[in-house]
């Protein structure tokens, strides 16, 4: 999968407002750039019920910043939740280039407000002068001050300064700041230029606040509030995660401050906005193309999300910064190895591989059954049994005929008797009238017996002695055979005793058990939940399945639509997540919607050490923990497999390769047990039997799964296996129609190629 469209989108929006995708000095007013982020913490906010304020106030202020021509990049609000607030910080920290980063809220007493416990937990180095500086600042205009909590840090060459929820007080802080950030910055840029051209002038010892250099708005220009719609090919974002340039007016009850300075700032308007700064132009917002990026970007973030962000054996960080930006002599940021530079990434693969019996047991060890819900037995189809399911009646729940015939007292037998009114299917048993001696009841098969008989004769053992004159019903009887009591009945409960386990604990229940059920007087059954499953196809040359004609380079998406058939039919719920061909970041987006909805997802592509092949450092970036990166199988051997822990239960992503073939052989050996497991099935292992080889084998360097077809011959109870042509991994057509998969062991120095004729395990994969 290629990322250069990623690249391109990035360029394109820097395009959009500085003519130079990763330029860092805008030639016409040799200024330097700085990107700025906004991140506003408001769950009011989030929920609609107060509006986002504060990142316009602040939007305007910080575009002035002296020295800097301020590109704010991107804006989001987000609810007041530590791990949300952790992982937009270190999304933007590490993916977007940014130099600056502010945020507003939840810095204060209430205990909702964790804005600086987030922050602390992702800077790697604390700067408290800020804070000490800003509050210092504040408290001469309101003891309230006091009460700030913010922090201010860095994180990969990225300032992270915290400020307060109320719209006066932190435009007041972030003034104060203001004269000392761009020094901070060029120091962090290790630009002496930067650093000099930026040094603030000493401030009095007693310091000042500076009032907000932003011009005064005409009100005319004000931009209607407006909410931004996100193409359609992009997963559709709640509204509060869009941008939303809107005129800003300060409702909330402020500190008392000093009187307002005649800015902007209170009339603040959206769009074009032709009167900031000199130097800024049209920084400071955002064009269409932003928005959509911006948008994507940030996705709906992790509401369940990575306590620990971690990245294994490669870290995909840094993306666009200036300092990696690969314009010479810009920036001396430490080169460490990045999966989304080509020549940054380890040229052999960080991961160790496991061998089959490790990852399967890890697989299944991370595997819990999902929890326990009760249904209705209709709806449980597919669904495996959580606790023994016992009858509630017997079966049959009376003694029942098992022939047509009549209902006798077995001493009556041989001899004649008179047919009285009997009983039938559908009569209950207790309005039937009891039979006595020298009497017999005409009986349908399957119905009760009447009280008193204790046996059953088949018509074909009787003749009619006499009959109404209708014809219609019988009188009179002979048998001539012996008959011992319980000739013909079904006992009551010969069958299933009440209280008698009917489905075992683990059973999936299918067409043969399921109609038990209500047999034995059970309609809902506790059951395990089924996983939801979503699958999804990496790569930047593919294209929907249904592309009557491709462009050079691009291939149809099969991957996708084998898996989601493969798992539908377990009758599993599936999640088709489309194609991600946009690079790095999209593939985020789409893991972390993905594995909001879904329990397990599974990718295919992009997971081996190629271009584009960032897919498990990314895995881990979302905060996965990669429990293993490679597998010592042929084929499949790019697998990988890791989990994560969210409030909604543990979320578990395969990545599989993206040949075709590998992928599916990696799904049955891996995948389909770890269902099975989460499903509740007991024994979630596959279906191994002995097989004989048609041809000869030659083993590989690592247990190979061999695709073959299992046939029978009339003379030989155990099949022939018949490998489906050559095994190359590329050779789709191996895969077709196979029906088991020979599990070969690794070549040794005894033995490099089995027999034909020799017995090996197949695993069973289809009909046989
Ligand atoms: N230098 C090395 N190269 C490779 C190694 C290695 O260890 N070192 N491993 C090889 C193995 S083994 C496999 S398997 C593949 C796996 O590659 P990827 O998972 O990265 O797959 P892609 O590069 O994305 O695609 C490979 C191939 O498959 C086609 N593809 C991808 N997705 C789909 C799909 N959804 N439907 C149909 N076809 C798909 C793709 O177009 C490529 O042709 O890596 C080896 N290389
Ligand atoms: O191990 Mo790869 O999956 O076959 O070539």
């Known amino acids: 999968m290629s990322d250069s469209s990623y690249w391109l989108k990035l360029a394109k929006l820097d395009q959009g407002t500085l003519g130079t995708s990763l330029a860092l000095v805008n030639p016409e007013k040799k200024q330097p750039v700085l990107f700025v982020g906004i991140l506003t913490v408001s769950t009011p906010c989030v929920k609609g019920v107060a509006d986002d304020k504060i990142s316009q106030r602040l939007q305007n202020k910080i575009t002035n910043l002296t020295g800097y021509r301020v590109i704010i990049k991107v804006k989001k ?104 950030l761009p020094f901070a910055i060029g120091q962090l840029k290790s630009d002496k230029n930067y650093a000099s051209r930026t040094t603030p002038a000493p401030v009095a010892r007693s310091p000042q606040i500076i009032p907000s250099p932003t011009p005064s708005k005409p009100s005319h220009v004000t931009t209607p509030a407006h909410h931004v719609t996100v193409p359609s090919h992009h997963v559709t974002t709640p509204a509060h995660h869009v941008t939303v340039m809107s005129a800003v007016e300060d409702h909330h009850a402020p500190l008392p401050h000093h009187a307002p300075p005649a800015s902007a700032d209170h009339h603040a308007p959206t769009g074009v906005d032709t009167h900031h700064a000199p130097g800024s132009g049209i920084a400071g917002l955002l064009s269409e193309n932003d928005i959509d990026m911006l948008t994507n970007l940030d996705a709906e973030d992790f509401e369940e999300p990575p306590e620990r962000l971690r990245v294994v054996g490669t870290r995909p960080s840094s993306r666009g910064t200036q300092a990696d930006s690969g314009i010479s002599g810009l920036g001396t940021r430490e080169q460490v190895s990045d999966v989304t530079r080509l020549t940054r990434r380890p040229r052999i693969s960080p991961y160790p591989p496991a061998t089959v019996d490790k990852a399967y047991s890890t697989v299944l ?125 079904r006992q009551e409960g010969s069958d299933v005793k009440e209280r008698d386990v009917v489905v075992e604990a683990g059973t999936k229940l299918d067409h043969t058990s399921i ?145 075709p073939s590998p992928a599916l052989v990696a799904y049955y050996v891996l995948v389909s047990p770890c269902l099975r497991k989460l499903s509740g099935v007991k024994n979630p292992s596959s279906t191994i039997i002995k097989v004989k080889l048609s041809a000869d084998v ?29 095994q190359v991994i590329s050779r789709f057509l191996s895969m077709v129609s196979a029906n088991a998969l020979l599990i070969l062991p690794p070549r040794s120095d005894t033995i490099s190629v089995v027999k034909r004729g020799s017995v090996v395990n197949a695993m069973i994969v289809g009909k046989v």
């Not at 791990?83 to 280039?97: A, F, P, R, Y």
């Not at 599993?572 to 997802?601: H, M, S, W």
């Open 365 to 489: 060890a991370n595997s819990n059954p999902l929890p326990v819900t009760t249904r209705f037995f209709k709806d449980a189809v597919d669904h495996v049994v959580a606790e023994d399911v016992r009858a509630a009646c017997s079966i049959p729940s009376c003694a029942t005929a098992v022939v047509d015939g009549y209902a006798v007292i077995a001493a009556d037998m041989p001899g004649d008797v008179e047919v009285v009114s009997g009983a039938s299917l559908g009569k209950k048993q207790g309005s039937i009238p009891y039979l006595n001696l020298g009497k017999a009841a005409r009986v349908t098969t399957g119905a009760p017996l009447p009280p008193g008989a204790d046996a059953v004769i088949p018509v074909e053992q009787t003749v009619i002695l006499a009959e109404s004159s209708d014809g219609e019903t019988e009188l009179r009887i002979r048998c001539k055979e012996t008959v011992t009591p319980g000739n013909y009945v």
């Open 77 to 180: 609000v987000v609810t007041d939740d530590i791990t949300e607030i952790k992982n937009v910080l270190v999304n933007w920290t590490e993916s977007l280039g940014l130099d600056l980063i502010l945020t507003a809220g939840g810095t204060g007493f209430s205990p909702t407000d964790v804005t600086p416990e987030a922050t602390r937990a992702v800077v790697e180095k604390e700067a408290p002068g800020f804070t000490v500086g800003m509050v210092a600042g504040a408290l001469k205009l309101n003891p309230v001050a006091m009460l700030f909590r913010g922090i201010c840090g860095i994180r990969r060459n990225v300032i992270i300064l915290n400020l307060p929820d109320n719209v006066q007080a932190s435009c007041d802080l972030l003034d104060t700041a203001m004269p000392v």
């Open 698 to 726: 030659y083993l590989s360097d690592v247990p190979e799964y061999q695709r073959a077809i299992l046939r029978w011959d009339e003379t030989d109870p155990v099949a022939y296996a018949e490998v489906t042509g050559r």
């Open 515 to 659: 109609g038990m059920l209500p047999a034995v007087n059970v309609c809902n059954i506790r059951v395990h939940r089924l996983p939801v499953v979503a699958v999804l196809s990496v790569g930047a040359e593919l294209v929907e399945p249904d592309t009557p004609y491709l462009q050079d380079g691009q291939t149809r998406d099969t991957n996708r639509i084998t898996l989601l058939t493969v798992i539908r039919k377990l009758g599993i719920k599936t999640l088709d997540c489309g194609i991600v061909n946009d690079g790095p970041r999209d593939f985020i987006e789409a893991v972390t919607r993905a594995y909001k909805q879904a329990d397990v997802v599974i990718t295919t592509g992009g997971c081996s050490i190629g271009d584009n092949d960032y897919v498990k450092a990314l895995i881990s970036e979302i905060g996965a923990t990669l429990q293993f990166g490679r597998v010592a199988i042929k084929p499949g051997a790019p697998t990988a497999f890791a989990t994560l822990e969210t409030p909604l239960g543990k979320k578990l992503f395969f990545a599989l390769p993206g040949v």
